[in-house]
């Protein structure tokens, strides 16, 4: 396992002078209050804008100061920029910090960059989604392909058990992009066989081009009773394709929390989604850092969990601990 390293006086100087910078990609960079003499972690995120990055990084800085760590946490503009998003990487792995947060975008595009890491012996923590390598020490995430497979669950419940059912997932490159398209698709496949699956359309988490997906699907497809949004972007999409669209009756799930989508399911126009816990994932992947600078071992995956949540359980206390605006 790798050993800590003391960031020098000047990096530490350099990087408290950028934490609340935006770099030249348009991607923002925020840290922790802690002091710079402790350990450095470097997170790189899928995105940054989203409020379940946000959520994400909160939990980071939570449990960094708490630690008496500093950390960096950026993304890219959206949840389709893959170049700025190795770019973001490469500048990372150049402040040489203690340990690396990591949520790819394209699981095998930084591969690369994972190897570089290695061998320089920064550990890297993989959360949200995981990492084609075997460089990262562990990863913090939902396990996606059964929360998926819950929101397939009660789609089926909620139409009654047949139909068409369109899917608006955000990319097909990542790992959660694959686990929740392919873990609704299964258990719908295996469980609910008069549910007809039109084929995945991708939106990149953009709920304008998700909007306009949804609505292209409902032309093509008057007779579909259900859609599914793959996270917070693709749904908030999925609902307002709906509304522009005219259509009523459509039964939409959807991933993630959020304001928009949160009042969607409170109003009705959305039957539920699945949240995840992302304060969790940003808190796990900082102590998962800190313990792997440390040499301690680490399980291979870390299940910061889910839940279904619609208008009849959004305020349970334990779903709205994991909630977020």
């Known amino acids: 396992m790798k050993v800590s390293r003391?960031?020098?006086?000047?990096?530490?100087?350099?990087?408290?002078?950028?934490?609340?910078?935006?770099?030249?990609?348009?991607?923002?960079?925020?840290?922790?209050?802690?002091?710079?003499?402790?350990?450095?972690?470097?997170?790189?995120?899928?995105?940054?804008?989203?409020?379940?990055?946000?959520?994400?990084?909160?939990?980071?800085?939570?449990?960094?100061?708490?630690?008496?760590?500093?950390?960096?946490?950026?993304?890219?503009?959206?949840?389709?920029?893959?170049?700025?998003?190795?770019?973001?990487?490469?500048?990372?792995?150049?402040?040489?910090?203690?340990?690396?947060?990591?949520?790819?975008?394209?699981?095998?595009?930084?591969?690369?960059?994972?190897?570089?890491?290695?061998?320089?012996?920064?550990?890297?923590?993989?959360?949200?989604?995981?990492?084609?390598?075997?460089?990262?020490?562990?990863?913090?995430?939902?396990?996606?392909?059964?929360?998926?497979?819950?929101?397939?669950?009660?789609?089926?419940?909620?139409?009654?058990?047949?139909g068409k059912v369109a899917l608006v997932v955000h990319d097909q490159t990542s790992r959660s992009g694959i686990d929740r398209r392919d873990g609704f698709v299964e258990w719908m496949e295996a469980n609910a066989p008069d549910v007809e699956l039109l084929q995945p359309q991708y939106g990149g988490g953009d709920q304008a081009k998700s909007a306009d997906i949804t609505k292209s699907i409902l032309t093509a497809n008057p007779d579909v009773v259900g859609i599914y949004g793959s996270n917070e972007g693709s749904a908030i999409g999925v609902v307002k394709g709906v509304q522009e669209s005219g259509r009523t009756g459509v039964t939409i799930v959807g991933f993630d929390s959020g304001k928009a989508q949160k009042d969607a399911i409170t109003s009705g126009l959305e039957a539920g989604a699945i949240t995840q816990d992302p304060v969790a994932i940003g808190r796990e992947t900082v102590e998962a850092a800190l313990k792997a600078i440390e040499g301690e071992e680490l399980p291979e995956t870390i299940d910061t969990g889910f839940h279904w949540y619609d208008k009849t359980t959004i305020d349970d206390p334990e779903i709205a601990a994991a909630l977020y605006d």
């Open 6 to 162: 003391t960031l020098r006086a000047g990096a530490a100087a350099a990087l408290l002078l950028s934490l609340a910078a935006c770099n030249r990609d348009g991607a923002e960079t925020a840290g922790s209050d802690a002091s710079a003499d402790g350990p450095y972690i470097a997170i790189v995120s899928k995105g940054f804008q989203h409020q379940f990055w946000q959520a994400v990084k909160q939990g980071a800085e939570e449990a960094a100061e708490e630690a008496g760590a500093t950390i960096s946490f950026e993304g890219p503009p959206t949840e389709a920029d893959i170049e700025i998003q190795v770019n973001q990487l490469t500048q990372a792995l150049a402040k040489k910090p203690d340990a690396i947060g990591f949520a790819a975008l394209d699981s095998r595009a930084a591969a690369p960059l994972m190897e570089q890491a290695e061998e320089a012996g920064i550990p890297v923590v993989a959360f949200d989604s995981g990492v084609d390598s075997d460089v990262p020490v562990t990863t913090a995430s939902t396990d996606n392909k059964a929360a998926a497979a819950a929101a397939a669950e009660h789609m089926a419940e909620l139409i009654g058990g047949k």
